[in-house]
C-alpha cells in the first residue's frame, strides 16, 4: 500500500481547482451570442458557471489553508477539538479540516 504523503496530495488538490478555476474563468469571458433568446440561456448558464467558480475558490482556499497547516505543524488535528485527524479521512480528504464528530455536529 502507498504510503498517505499530505503535501502530494494537497498540492495535487490545489493544482486541480486552479486548473479548475482558470477553464471556468475562460468561459465565463467569452463573448454572447447577439441573439437574444441564445443570450438569455448563455446568461443562465453563466451564473452557474460563477456558483462554480465561487465554490472552486473556497475549495482552493481550504487546501491553502491546510497546507499552510501542514507547515505548522498542526496538519491532521481537527480544528474543533483538536484530536488527531484519523488517516483514512485525511486520505479521502486531504483538506479536511475536522473530525467526522466534529464534522456531523457541525451539519
Known sequence: ??????????????????????AITRDLQRSHSADFA????????DEVLQRL??????????????????????YGLCLGCGEPIPLP???ALPAAELCLACAQARA
Open 89 to 91: 479521512r485525511l486520505q
Open 38 to 45: 441564445e443570450q438569455a440561456v448563455q446568461r443562465q448558464n
Open 53 to 74: 467558480l465561487e465554490e472552486a475558490q473556497a475549495e482552493l482556499l481550504t487546501v491553502r489553508h491546510a497546507l499552510q497547516r501542514l507547515e505548522d505543524g498542526r
Open 1 to 22: 500500500m502507498n504510503q498517505f504523503e499530505p503535501a502530494s496530495a494537497l498540492k495535487a488538490l490545489a493544482q486541480a481547482y486552479q486548473t479548475r478555476i482558470d
